[in-house]
Every structure is written in C-alpha cells, then in structure tokens.
C-alpha cells in the first residue's frame, strides 16, 4: 500500500532507529519540516549526490526542536523509522513529494553466527579506535543498522545498506567494511609507528 510523503533530498543516509541533526534554512523546507513538527508527520529523507535522486530512503519524524533563529533558520533532530522505495513522484506543493511504499525484508533470517561474526568485528574495531560505544544486543533483529549506526561510513555504503532487503547480506557487507576499516587503521598505526622510528615514512633518518 503506497502513501504520500514530502521527501528531502540530502547527501546523507539515515538509518531506521539513527538520530541526526539537520539544518534547514532552504523556504521549502522550513515549510515541510515545520508541517512536520506541527503535524507530528513523518518525511522521507533521500540520498542525493553525483549519481543522482536514489529511490530508496528512510522516513524520519522530528523529535527535538534544538534551535530557531530570526531568519527563519531552524535546527532540528530527526529519527529514522521506515525504510521505503519512491513509486512516482508527486505534484502540489513547495516542496519534493512522492507517493512510496514501504520496503520490507525478505528471504532467511540471520544465523547465529553471522551476527556473532560482525559484533565481533565491530567490538575490535572499537577497542582499536578507543572508543566509548556500547555494543548492540546480538539478537537485535536489526543488528545490522544497530551495529551501523554506531559507524562512521561512506554515504554510498549506508546507502547498500539501506538498499539490501536481506539481514544476512546487509551483515555480509557491514562485516567487509569493519575489515576493510580495520585494515585501514592498522595501516595508519603502522606508518605512525614508522614516522616516529624514522623521521618519515621512507626510513630516511632525520636530521638532529
């Protein structure tokens, strides 16, 4: 069943259950966002970038006002609830609409194991960076965007994520991330650890 939303393009990805703030200064969307607040209606937030409009977004509700200015700037904080697909867009308005449907998992529920495998992942990676993040449950039925959220990661990334209809995939691609950034990580510690040895990355001595 499709319905009728305003949507925002941006060039971010939220995920269901992600807070963030957002700046709205543009008039057509202080008028969405502010019928938003007063509706207690939710928007759709869709990627934008150099490849263009992506059909599949997240809907988002307001929950915190943070601040209005003279001008008629305002800074709120969303949260992700529905993931859906754009079906067409629609007219009317000041702002982007669109008539979307809701998108829905499908396929085999994650095993054991596949969770326990990108939780342990992101636990290593979080004591490497030092961070103080606590750890999703593991039989979060979501643990994939529990553990995503807690990430930084590529706009592009979020938006596999956000695209994949299967848990265990999204966790199959959110485990080949926390690799690669660990990877990554430990290649900075180690060109650290070689620029403190050396004066530089090439091994050359420094002068004294």
Do not use: C, W
Not at 110 to 134: H, K, P
Request: hydrophobic share 40%; no cysteine.
């Amino acid at each position: 069943m499709s319905k009728e939303i305003g949507l925002f393009p941006l060039g971010i990805v939220v995920f269901p259950g992600e807070q963030t703030p957002l700046h709205i200064f543009e008039p057509r969307y202080r008028e969405l966002v502010g019928e938003a607040i007063e509706q207690e209606a939710p928007f759709g937030i869709l990627l934008t970038d150099d490849e263009g409009l992506r059909e599949v977004g997240t809907t988002v509700r307001v929950t915190e006002v943070v601040e209005r200015f003279e001008d008629g700037r305002f800074v709120v904080v969303v949260e992700g609830r529905e993931r859906f697909r754009l079906v067409r867009f629609t007219e009317g308005r000041s702002f982007r609409t669109g008539e979307v449907e809701t998108l829905a998992d499908g396929g085999p529920e994650a095993s054991d194991e596949e969770r326990q495998a990108a939780l342990e992942l992101f636990e290593e990676l979080r004591d490497a960076v030092g961070a103080e993040v606590e750890s999703p449950e593991v039989d979060d039925p979501e643990l994939s965007y529990a553990i995503a959220r807690r990430v930084e990661m590529d706009a592009r990334v979020k938006q596999n994520l956000l695209e994949s209809v299967s848990e265990p995939e999204r966790l199959e691609l959110l485990s080949a991330h926390l690799r690669s950034a660990a990877a990554q990580l430990e290649l900075v510690q180690e060109h650290s650890a070689l620029a403190r040895r050396n004066g530089n990355l090439r091994g050359a001595s420094s002068e004294e």
